[in-house]
């Protein structure tokens, strides 16, 4: 059972770190976004793991939960600026 415990722990540790890699390496905001979330409830999976309920619920619901939905809702209002800033750019260029 211990050993089962250790490798899962291990597992736990290595997907919490590629994850981490893969979301501050990720060039849209969107994706980057949406891994930053699965990070958030990983990382509260770790804490439970520490025996720590009390973090592990606020990294769930204000890590993964509010700061996500703040942050794709950012996401979305910068990549709609982006588009109107492209048009705008082509309406003007146009004779």
Known sequence: MNALLTVFDLLLT?????????TVTSREPR????LFI?????LA??????RA?????AEAAIGAGLSGALMLAAARRA???KIAR???VKAEDAP
């Open 79 to 81: 990549s709609g600026r």
């Open 31 to 34: 994706r980057a976004v949406i």
């Open 38 to 42: 699965a990070f958030g409830l990983l």
């Open 14 to 22: 290595l997907t919490l770190l590629g994850l981490a890699v893969v």
């Open 45 to 50: 999976l770790v804490w439970a793991r520490l």
């Open 86 to 88: 492209a048009d705008d």
């Open 53 to 57: 309920p009390d973090l592990a619920l």
